[in-house]
């Protein structure tokens, strides 16, 4: 199956400081999202983007499915930017959705 | 529109026993997804509604687990004779089903086994 690698596993800012996640992935896939899932365990939506560019305030991200890797950057963190950032692909088979693969995710710590 | 909404938050059970997760996704989302996550790793997926039809499941969901949508609306997951290796979090997401089709997940249901 389709594999999802993300880097780097771990990640510690100063507030204020800029970051870079990769997630690669190993086929094409037919959606890419980015969620960031808080201390409580909530996984909230980022960026659906299976491919192009897009930006949401403090944070963008831009998915070149050609080459199959997204990346979401970070600009002036905030220690409530703290969390584990995930990337999920989905890979539909036969004309049906399949599931969201994600990978094992960036721990992001950003100190005051 | 309160988002995905999961009941209980917290699941604390003996092993053996028969536990029950409740999922109400959005309003008119006709899509309905479980998924568990272990500590340190990423959520893996367990099985897929669309309307109230089981339309996939992984190989995670043994025959311990079962999981119904009646009537397409609200979901539950039951998984019976409960194993200290089921203890996990329990997420719900729904989707649309339209076109782009971001998932909305629930805030997880979290099942301690003892």
């Known amino acids: 199956g389709i594999q999802v690698e993300q880097s780097p596993p771990d990640l510690i800012l100063q507030e204020g400081a800029n970051s870079t996640l990769r997630c690669n992935f190993s086929?094409?896939?037919?959606?890419l999202q980015w969620f960031h899932q808080n201390p409580w365990g909530q996984l909230i939506n980022l960026f659906y983007i299976p491919s192009g560019t897009k930006q949401n305030g403090r944070l963008s991200a831009t998915t070149v499915a050609t080459e199959r890797y997204s990346l979401l950057y970070i600009s002036s963190s905030q220690t409530t930017d703290s969390g584990v950032y995930f990337c999920?692909?989905?890979?539909?088979?036969?004309?049906?959705?399949?599931?969201?693969?994600f990978g094992k995710g960036t721990k992001l710590s950003v100190k005051p | 529109d309160t988002g995905v909404s999961q009941n209980p938050r917290h699941k604390i059970t003996k092993r053996g026993q028969n536990v029950t997760f409740r999922c109400d996704p959005i309003?008119?989302?006709?899509?309905l997804y479980w998924y568990r996550q272990t500590l340190g790793q990423g959520p893996e997926f367990l099985t897929y509604f669309q309307n109230e039809a089981q339309l996939e499941k992984s190989r995670l969901l043994s025959d311990r687990f079962s999981a119904e949508r009646p009537k397409g609306s609200f979901s539950t997951l039951e998984i019976q004779r409960t194993e200290q290796g089921d203890s996990a979090m329990y997420l719900c997401?729904?989707?649309?089903?339209?076109?782009?089709?971001?998932?909305?997940f629930g805030p997880g249901t979290r099942l301690t086994v003892l």
């Open positions: 997401a729904s989707s649309a089903g339209r076109g782009t089709d971001t998932q909305y």
């Open positions: 309003s008119e989302h006709n899509r």
């Open positions: 999920a692909v989905e890979v539909y088979y036969g004309g049906s959705q399949g599931n969201l693969i």
């Open positions: 086929d094409s896939v037919n959606n």
